[in-house]
Structures are given as C-alpha cells and as structure tokens.
C-alpha cells in the first residue's frame, strides 16, 4: 500500500482535506494503482521547529518581511 507524508506548518482542515484528496487522486493515476490502497500522513509543524539560515522560521520570517 503506498504511503504519502508532508509536512506543512499548521494548515487548516480544509488544507488538509484537499490536501489528502489531491495527493491521493495524481499518485493513484501516476502509480495506476486504485485510490482505495493510499495512506497519506499530514504532519503539522509549529514555525520554531524549522530553521532556515540557522534561524527559527519566526525569526527568518521577520527578518524577512516585504
């Protein structure tokens, strides 16, 4: 059974809802294999839990605002 993780920061149930819909319906047409058999896991992160520049993404993000 063919399994599909991201991983996203907070997205809202309806994020995630298409999310699982869309990801399951293109890998079942690529892979040709039934819809019915995809598990896909959607794991939600806070901001501070990634680091770009050797900063928190909060602290890269305002430091980067336009």
Do not use: C
Not at 25 to 30: C, L
Not at 35 to 63: C, H, I, P, R, S
Request: proline share 3%; charged share 30%.
């Amino acid at each position: 059974m063919p399994m599909i993780s991201i991983e996203a920061v907070h997205p809202t149930k309806e994020q995630k809802e298409r999310l699982i819909a869309e990801l399951t319906r293109v890998s079942s047409e690529i892979l040709g294999v039934d819809q019915k058999f995809f598990y896909v896991l959607v794991k939600e992160n806070d901001l501070d839990n990634w680091g770009v520049g050797g900063k928190t993404l909060t602290q890269f993000m305002a430091e980067n605002k336009k």
